[in-house]
């Protein structure tokens, strides 16, 4: 696949144009930074993960975005229902699979939910790629114990299973097809730092794919484009604590300039 400044702006600018409402059954601990970055690039963002609304929500959303960070039994049998009612409306899904291999209970709950409904775009470190798709590979907690290019054989083989794009992230971020493998190199060494820009990269993938239905382009955009502004935080930040800060501003400032003169694809 063809992916140039231009293009990566064109859905830049879809997403401040259309602002499309991304469904978000995410964790406790990034509700709030995931929320922010999506309405610093232009999305509409709702975290919504009562049972009695998911499925009507999940219906008029662009996206929906599922992220396993703080399982329940309650949200897991949400994330089914929303899940179900996106794929029959063909509303992309991007999971996030976050901490499998550390426990059977994610471990399980990941594979039983791309088996239900396959999702667009998996985005996950190297650890959690190589345990969704391996039996036997583990994690340390959410962190990622495996580099993202000892994960590309993985994500191979999960894109091929599922039909979908896998995204995995790390020093060097691998967006996989089953045509094409693009690698982004933006971004800078403060960002595992933070917490939840991990996940926040997902939710980015989901408004990407909101805007752009060849969900391979819409994912290595969403990383070029979280790679960028990393870099443009990091510039003026003497710590991570700054870095998140300028992060939401450098989404929101972002420019096709920017984009160009930091191009690392």
């Not at 993960?49 to 329940?72: F, K, Q, R, W, Y």
Request: proline share 5%; aromatic share 4%.
């Amino acid at each position: 696949m063809t992916i140039n400044p231009a293009s990566i702006f064109k859905d830049v600018e879809a997403i401040r144009k259309n602002a499309p409402l991304v469904h978000n059954i995410t964790n406790y601990v990034v509700m709030n930074t995931t929320a922010n970055a999506l309405l610093a690039i232009g999305a509409s963002p709702v975290m919504a993960h009562a049972l009695p609304e998911v499925e009507d929500m999940a219906a008029i959303a662009g996206a929906l975005v599922i992220n396993i960070g703080t399982l329940s039994d309650a949200w897991i049998e949400s994330m089914f229902k929303a899940a179900q009612k996106a794929t029959s409306r063909n509303i992309p899904i991007v999971l996030d699979p976050v901490g499998v291999g550390a426990t059977q209970y994610r471990t399980r709950t990941a594979r039983e939910l791309i088996r239900a409904a396959a999702p667009s775009i998996i985005r996950g470190n190297g650890s959690e790629i190589m345990a969704l798709c391996e039996e036997g590979q583990t994690t340390r907690g959410v962190d990622s114990t495996s580099g993202s290019d000892q994960a590309v054989e993985a994500a191979q083989a999960l894109s091929r299973d599922l039909n979908c794009v896998v995204c995995v992230t790390g020093a060097i971020d691998y967006i996989v097809s089953q045509k094409d493998m693009v690698q982004v190199k933006n971004g800078h060494p403060m960002m595992p730092r933070v917490t939840g820009l991990g996940c926040t990269a997902t939710a980015l993938c989901g408004a990407f794919a909101a805007v752009n239905p060849d969900y391979g382009r819409a994912a290595a955009h969403a990383m070029a484009v979280m790679g960028i502004a990393g870099e443009m935080a990091a510039k003026h930040a003497p710590g991570p604590g700054t870095l998140q800060v300028n992060f939401i501003d450098s989404l929101y400032r972002l420019s096709e300039t920017d984009i160009t003169e930091r191009f690392k694809i």
